[in-house]
């Protein structure tokens, strides 16, 4: 049976974590059937990611010099979610910086790349090879380098030069979607794969998900329409009040 044939009655009694198939269907759904734009989901997804940002480490409670975000973007649909992110966290009062190594030509891309520079928020040329330098200059790291079907070797030296620092870090990461680098089905058995402390699922976990073990998993998929989370069996917690992200 096909992802977009799913019903309801014929799906498991829990389930939390979509196969790649079925994450690929629901999307197709809302771009297709919902009429929701690519920038648009970018923006509802980054600005939630955001937001979770701010649930685990909330102003009040960070000093100035420890405002600091590095977003490590890549070129294809979460380096976008990366750039809404970081221009969010700017909104909020967070001092992002943001490396994006291998930059797309895709207009969406552009115009978020545009938004964020006429904010003011600043672009490393490059990644210091140092890993103690990144741990001195920022609080946290968002890791918005790859998505599910994506693999390092897929988007060039710069990226997978950027996931092997990452690896090496000592302050705390957020992963956006899935981890860099895991297979979105799988996860990775990797001794050196990326463990990020935080992990946003968009619009809703995937299967890797289950094997995540850092301290705080979010999922980002409060404008997902009840007749899709009803077709796609996504038996979540609630959302409380207005919040767009809900911690699992």
């Known amino acids: 049976m096909s992802a977009t044939s799913l019903d309801l009655a014929e799906a498991p009694e829990e389930r939390r974590f979509l196969s790649t198939e079925e994450a690929t269907a629901l999307e197709r759904e809302l771009l297709e059937d919902y009429r929701f734009g690519r920038q648009q989901l970018a923006e509802l997804c980054g600005h939630a990611s955001a937001v979770a940002v701010t649930k685990v480490f909330p102003l ?6 420890q405002r600091t975000v590095l977003v490590v973007c890549g070129p294809e649909q979460n380096g976008a979610v990366g750039l809404v992110c970081a221009r969010h966290l700017r909104v ?11 930059r797309s030509l895709d207009p969406l891309h552009r115009d978020l790349t545009t938004q964020c520079e006429k904010m003011d928020i600043p672009f490393l040329s490059y990644l210091p090879a140092e890993v103690r330098l990144i741990n001195d200059a920022y609080r946290l790291v968002v890791d918005a380098v790859l998505g599910p079907g994506a693999g390092p070797g897929e988007v060039g030296g710069p990226c997978s030069r950027a996931l092997a620092t990452l690896k090496l870090l000592s302050i705390p990461l957020v992963s956006l979607d899935i981890p860099s680098g895991w297979d979105a089905e799988t996860g990775s058995d990797a001794e050196d794969r990326l463990q990020p402390d935080v992990l946003v699922s968009l619009v809703a976990p995937k299967r890797c998900a289950g094997r995540f073990a850092g301290r705080h998993h979010f999922v980002a998929g409060r404008f997902v329409p009840d007749d899709v989370r009803r077709k796609f069996a996504l038996r979540l917690p609630g959302y409380t009040g207005t919040d767009c992200v809900v911690a699992l």
């Open 60 to 65: 009040a409670a960070l000093s100035r010099k």
């Open 92 to 102: 909020f009062e967070y001092e992002p910086t943001i490396f994006y190594p291998v």
